[in-house]
């Protein structure tokens, strides 16, 4: 049975929300943005109309959440006086005080999310490390890890192109994840790399192994974001995709790889960007995702230079480096442990099943982003 000091902490939680969300502002913004929509012209430029949906749905969810702590909030209060009269169970009420505590949770992580990116879809790609089987091995793990994590959220995980490893596991996946809130506000905190330490099943005296894979999250752009690609430094190729065989054996080459030359706008050193996508059998769709994907990766790196550029002007402030050791999982152990925040659990099945939402927590709250990083 919670206590009158717990109940307290959720009504004082609920106002708190309330204040740092602006609700009231909220509601005005709402109407006024709302009203904007039901102008006779309105869907004559399709972009703007876009645009302006997209803004008024972002504000009714803010509305609809602080709605949904309200309401389990006086719901815990009602149950917790009903206690006190004998009208209800102990279970009733700490089923009450379970609801309401996961609403403001859930809700205060998300007013976490401040950069203009967070709310956007996102591209995670991971990469084996030096190590063969053992790398490809843990690198497939990681996928499982995060489509299950994905599923679990009701993202859409859709596979756009996938090295298989050469006796097990992957080399790399690329893997958009769609159609739901702050993907990329989520994701990012999984920037890094990713070390396991096992006794591997591939080594035949059974020796413990640590193994490497690097994983990248970039936002992944929509039509109403302008990047500019240019077009002299961009060529393609094509292939034929692997299948399956027989009946499947895809006989076009429907597979695309793109090349762009990008030049740091600070250094004027210039890399290869590559991206591959064999996603569909339709060749022009795999060209469209695959210019999707380079503008993601452009507008990741004016993110981070943008990003970069304001932690320098910030004294003091932790600086987070985005390509180093991030987590460590070591099996025989029983432990998982993020290096940047500290926090760990023993609950190694539950991580490799999709339970991250403890560690994007804890990072979320030891990097805040705040409205000036916007």
Known sequence: MITADQLKDVMDRADALHHYLNIDQKKVEFEEEQLRTQAPDFWEDPKYAQEQMKKVKSI?????GYKTVRLYA???????????????????????????????EDLELKNMLRQKEDPMDCVLKINSGAGGTESQDWAQMLMRMYMRWA??????????DMQE??????KSVTMTIEGGEFAYGYLKSENGVHRLVRVSPFNAQGKRMTSFA??????LVDDTIEVYVDPAKLSWDTFRSSGA???NVNKVESGVRLRYWY?????????????????????????????LLLKSQLYDRAMKKRLEAKAKIEAGKKKIEWGSQIRSYVFDDRRVKDHRTNYQTSDVDGVMDGKIDDFIKAYLMEFPTTDDEQ
């Open 60 to 64: 009714q969810k803010w509305l609809d």
């Open 74 to 104: 006086d719901e815990l209060k009602l149950a917790f006086d009903f206690y006190k009269d004998d009208m209800v169970t102990e279970e009733e009420v700490d089923a009450d005080y379970s609801k309401a505590i996961k609403a403001i």
């Open 151 to 160: 599923e679990a959220h009701g993202y859409k995980v859709t596979i756009t």
């Open 165 to 170: 490893g050469d006796e097990a596991g992957i």
């Open 214 to 219: 690097s994983v990248f999250v970039t936002p």
């Open 245 to 247: 065989g027989g009946q």
């Open 263 to 291: 030049t740091d706008p600070d250094t004027g050193e210039e890399e290869e960007i590559l991206i591959e996508n064999t996603e569909t059998r339709d060749q022009p769709k795999n060209r469209a995702k695959a210019l």
